[in-house]
C-alpha cells in the first residue's frame, strides 16, 4: 500500500464481469473513493486475461493500492492475475475470506464472479477487502516464501 491519504483502486473485467465492475466504479466513487478504470467497455466479448494484466499493472506500478478484477466466475482472472510476479489475487465470494486474504495473505487483487454474486454481496466483499489492512507478523514469513515461489 502507498502512503496517499486516499486509496485509489483500479478494477478491470471481461464483458461478464462489464456490469458488476461499473456497479462497483459507483460504489466506490460514492464512498468518496478514487477508482482507474482498466475496461473492458462493454459487453463486447473479449479475453479476461488482457484485463487482467490492465488491472493488475496498476497496482504494480503503485498506481493503485488495490486491484479489483470481475468475470464470469472470477476463478480466470484470478488463475491469469497470479501468474504475474508480486500479484497476489484471491477469487472471494465470503466475507469473511475477502477479509483474511487481506489480513494473513496481504492480497492486493479481489477477483470476483459476476456471475456468482450479487451487486449487494459485491459491495460487502469490495469493502471487507480494502477496509481491512495485513496483519504482518508469523504472516509476513508465510508471504515471504509465497513470493520466494516466483524465483
Ligand atoms: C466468459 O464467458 C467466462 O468464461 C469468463 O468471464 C470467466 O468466467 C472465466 O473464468
Do not use: W
Not at 125 to 133: E, H
Amino acid at each position: 500500500m502507498t502512503n496517499r491519504d486516499n486509496k485509489i483502486i483500479a478494477l478491470a473485467s471481461d464483458h461478464a464481469g462489464y456490469p458488476l465492475k461499473e456497479a462497483l466504479i459507483k460504489y466506490l466513487n460514492s464512498r468518496g473513493i478514487d477508482t482507474i478504470d482498466c475496461g473492458t467497455s462493454s459487453t463486447e466479448s473479449c479475453d479476461y486475461p488482457d484485463f487482467a494484466v490492465s488491472g493488475c499493472c496498476k497496482v504494480l506500478d503503485g498506481e493503485a493500492d488495490l486491484t479489483i478484477l470481475c468475470c464470469g466466475t472470477g476463478i480466470g482472472m484470478s488463475m491469469a492475475a497470479n501468474k504475474l510476479r508480486g500479484i497476489r489475487a484471491a477469487c472471494c465470494s465470503d466475507v469473511f475470506s475477502a477479509k483474511y486474504t487481506r489480513l494473513h495473505n496481504n492480497a492486493n487483487v479481489l477477483c470476483l464472479g459476476a456471475r456468482v454474486v450479487g451487486e449487494g454481496l459485491a459491495a460487502e466483499l469490495v469493502d471487507a477487502f480494502i477496509d481491512t489492512g495485513f496483519e504482518g507478523g508469523k504472516h509476513q514469513r508465510r508471504v515471504d516464501m509465497i513470493t520466494a515461489l516466483e524465483k
